[in-house]
């Protein structure tokens, strides 16, 4: 993947409680956006935005086969999220039939804050996630992803 850094992926261990809220919501999947607070994951998302010159998206994904990682890359170049001059979009994929998700970061900022970041990031998106809470995963994701957006690409 020349274009982009995958910044990593894990295995929720609890049902994601779900997810996209903020592009739109497979109808399969209709039964699972009720169990997100999707004004808090819009908030955050807002919020983190405001800040900085780069994009955030959530999405929740239907059956697909491939990796669920592999998914997320390829719905993150069809958002156009690896299209921006500072190469700084991310991604936050969830499967819920799989109980996986993916958190994916352009070249500009996977650069500036490294694996070890997206790591901290999906292990405390993970525990969240284990407690029941898919939003509280998803905010604390965006939030944190925020901060180091507003940090490298200022708006």
Do not use: C, Y
Request: aromatic content about 6%.
């Amino acid at each position: 993947m020349d274009s982009q850094a995958v910044a990593a992926w894990a295995e929720a261990v609890a049902p994601p409680a779900d997810g996209e809220a903020f592009m739109s919501t497979p109808k399969q999947h209709a039964h699972l956006a009720r169990h997100i607070d999707e004004h808090k994951v819009r908030d955050a998302i807002h919020t983190a935005e405001s800040s900085t010159t780069a994009k955030i998206h959530v999405l929740l994904g239907e059956r697909f086969g491939g990796s669920t990682l592999k998914h997320a890359t390829t719905l993150f170049k069809r958002a156009g999220l690896d299209r921006s001059k500072e190469r700084n979009g991310v991604l936050f994929f969830v499967a819920p039939h799989r109980r996986e998700f993916a958190v994916v970061g352009d070249a500009g900022i996977h650069e500036r804050v490294g694996q070890e970041f997206w790591d901290r990031v999906v292990a405390a998106m993970s525990e969240r996630i284990k407690q029941d809470d898919l939003t509280a995963g998803l905010v604390h994701g965006i939030e944190a992803a925020g901060a180091q957006l507003r940090q490298h690409f200022p708006r």
